[in-house]
């Protein structure tokens, strides 16, 4: 696989430095992807970084994975407004752990192959390194005249910027660039990647490199993934959708997929996917032919959420949303997990009731309009009964006299009913 080739058609290459395409096909070149280890989770926004590395492994490369530990102590200004909290040594070690864990998914560490990842962290040869070593030996070779120069530093010294920006913050292209100095010359590292973002602390990096030891070095960045109508990409309404299932769920991971519009699944096909481009060709032709059966969207929400959660989860994923959109059954419905059920079903109204009032038996009338209120009299809810409008666990229920006992429960907790087609509410037995 040709590398550069490969980003080209898939909408992946942003800039490249001058003899980087060269480089990868001169030899099996290693490069470098950092990523930001704020949270013990990486989200979507970080699924494009981690594609990138994928495909330069697969493209018979060396990928490592740098795990800011000392940077994210700092804070990166680049696309910021303002300055972001500071993280402690214990936070870090818990947010690199859950990062290594995600990454493993993707990358291959263990193989034992010549092109086997790494992950490394930056605080590891930082921690050390005193201020005063640091500015006599890596600040003398880059002026502050070049470091104002850089975008992400204009935008925050311009005097419509709502903050200024920190000394600390303004050294981040500096211990940036130290990382890419210390990787070239401790693991070769010849390449470092990255966001369109982050192109001027990149070159910060390789203009260093240049200086202080003439190697080589180059920089090659990808497009800010975003949204057809410019919107941010990633979040929804409830924030971001993570990689941890304990975040986001694979259910609401599937359906973030599935809801994208159709332009945005015809980039994110070949963006986020393995697929290959004949097959890809024909998925958008017969999208095309018939955008209302979203095949495009169904197997885009299929590779994402199999890779990065599993066969398992996707299918649990595809029966909870039969079930919330009509088609699912009373053993669909068994077969979910709570985590998933729960996140079916949030945000529709929900009753506790008492476990003891269920143990003896409870007529439906009696558990739905005085237990809990799901029908404002028993009056509506024997007309609905007769109108066939009720459902218990997804069954109808069509006889008034019917006794619910604790044979009903879902996950020994919960019972579902559903007035009409699109009216649920949730029973929470306690």
């Known amino acids: 696989m040709n590398f550069v080739e490969e980003l080209r058609w898939r909408g992946m290459l942003h800039d490249m430095m001058p003899g980087t395409e060269e480089q990868l096909k001169k030899e099996m070149t290693t490069a470098y992807v950092g990523f930001d280890p704020t949270a013990d989770s990486l989200h979507i926004g970080s699924l494009a970084p981690i594609m990138l590395l994928k495909r330069f492994q697969m493209a018979g ?65 930082m921690k050390d390194f005193s201020f005063l070593e640091f500015i006599r030996d890596i600040g003398k070779h880059i002026t502050v005249n070049y470091m104002m120069a850089k975008e992400s530093v204009k935008k925050r010294l311009n005097p419509d910027a709502k903050t200024g920006m920190s000394f600390t913050e303004f050294t981040y292209q500096l211990v940036q660039g130290y990382d890419f100095l210390w990787l070239n010359q401790n693991m070769d590292c010849k390449l470092q990647m990255g966001g369109s973002d982050q192109w001027g602390n990149i070159t910060t990096g390789t203009e260093l490199i240049r200086r202080k030891s003439g190697g080589d070095a180059f920089a090659l960045t990808i497009p800010l993934i975003k949204k ?43 963006i986020f996917t393995l697929l290959q481009k004949d097959e890809i060709d024909e998925l958008v032709k017969k ?31 595809v029966e909870a949303s039969q079930i919330l959109f009509g088609r699912g059954t009373a053993e669909n419905l068994k077969k979910l997990d709570e985590d998933t059920f729960l996140s079916v079903f949030e945000g529709v109204p929900q009753f506790t009731i008492s476990k003891d009032k269920l143990s003896a038996g409870i007529n439906v009338v009696d558990l739905l309009a005085d237990e809990a209120t799901v029908f404002p009299s028993k009056g509506e ?50």
């Open 287 to 317: 999208h095309l032919e018939a955008p209302h059966a979203r095949e495009l969207q169904k197997r885009l929400a299929e590779e994402v959420t199999v890779m990065v959660h599993s066969r398992e989860d996707f299918e649990m994923a």
């Open 61 to 125: 490369h060396k990928p490592i994975a740098l795990v800011g530990g000392a940077t994210g102590m700092i804070g990166d200004p680049s696309g910021k407004s303002q300055e972001r909290n500071l993280l402690n040594e214990e936070t870090l070690e818990k947010n690199l752990a859950g990062i290594r864990k995600q990454l493993s998914k993707f990358l291959d560490f263990e193989s034992g192959s010549e092109n086997q990842a790494l992950m490394v962290n930056n605080y590891d040869w």
């Open 381 to 430: 809810l024997r007309r609905t009964i007769k109108g066939n409008g009720l459902s218990i666990n997804k069954e109808k229920i069509n006889d008034q006299e019917l006794v619910v006992t604790p044979d009903f429960l879902i996950g020994e907790k919960y019972i579902l009913v559903q007035k009409g087609k699109k009216n649920y509410y949730l029973l929470i037995v306690e």
């Open 228 to 270: 057809a109508d410019g919107s941010k990409f990633g979040k929804t309404e409830s924030g971001n959708v993570w990689l941890d299932p304990k975040l986001t769920s694979p259910y609401k991971f599937y359906q973030f997929w599935l809801n994208t519009s159709d332009e945005d699944a015809e980039s994110y096909i070949k």
